[in-house]
T-cell receptor, first 111, second 112 residues
Framework: DTAVSQTPKYLVTQMGNDKSIKCEQN?????MYWYKQDSKKFLKIMFS???????INETVPNRFSPKSPDKAHLNLHINSLELGDSAVYFC??????????FGPGTRLTVL | GESVGLHLPTLSVQEGDNSIINCAYS??????FIWYKQESGKGPQFIID?????DKRQGQRVTVLLNKTVKHLSLQIAATQPGDSAVYFC???????????FGAGTILRVKS
């Protein structure tokens, strides 16, 4: 299937832990994004990479570090997790000036 | 359901009726607008888009209208079906990297 995929779908962890979320797209897109959706369904961009280069970095705590090993992957590593990090994290990708296509989301719960 | 506790605007329509979901955007420099549908437990799904040089675009059962004068966007869904029940988001695109800025979302409930 051609798609944007994320792993894991659910992630439950304790405060203070470090965790990673992975994203892969096989659509041949050159730009990838991470968005955060809070409990009120508000979606906000966090990061964007174009051809492995960081092009958007919103005001996100530096505990969050994106990593793009190649054009098809954009991973999100989070250090020292806090309660407020609980949210659904979406990866998206885009080719050129086309629209963005979203992955299924990763629901992160910090206890 | 998942919408319990959410304080988003809600539109309830009867199956078969037309639905109109409205959105106000903030940046007059935005030049690309998209409507997304998000079903429970899923990611936002692209419905239709429009560029700022147009004021109307039609898809299958959906129409997007853009009024740049008042910075308003609407999504019209014809003959609404139960499968259309979801949260609908408008998004505007601005700046390098085509960063999407999302609106707050509207819950659409279709009654059979």
């Amino acid at each position: 299937d051609t798609a944007v995929s994320q792993t894991p779908k659910y992630l439950v962890t304790q405060m203070g832990n470090d965790k990673s979320i992975k994203c892969e797209q096989n659509l041949g897109h050159d730009t990838m994004y991470w968005y955060k959706q809070d409990s009120k369904k508000f979606l906000k961009i966090m990061f964007s990479y174009n051809n492995k280069e960081l092009i958007i970095n919103e005001t996100v705590p530096n505990r969050f570090s994106p990593k793009s090993p190649d054009k098809a992957h954009l991973n999100l590593h989070i250090n020292s997790l806090e309660l407020g990090d609980s949210a659904v994290y979406f990866c998206a990708s885009r080719k050129g000036t086309d629209t963005q296509y979203f992955g299924p989301g990763t629901r992160l719960t910090v206890l | 359901g998942e919408s319990v506790g959410l304080h988003l605007p809600t539109l309830s329509v009867q199956e078969g009726d037309n639905s109109i979901i409205n959105c106000a955007y903030s940046n007059s420099a935005s030049d690309y607008f998209i409507w997304y549908k998000q079903e429970s437990g899923k990611g936002p799904q692209f419905i239709i888009d429009i560029r700022s040089n147009m004021d109307k675009r039609q898809g299958q059962r959906v129409t997007v209208l853009l009024n740049k004068t008042v910075k308003h966007l609407s999504l019209q869904i014809a003959a609404t079906q139960p499968g259309d029940s979801a949260v609908y988001f408008c998004a505007e695109s601005r700046g390098y990297g085509n960063k999407l800025v999302f609106g707050a979302g509207t819950i659409l409930r279709v009654k059979s």
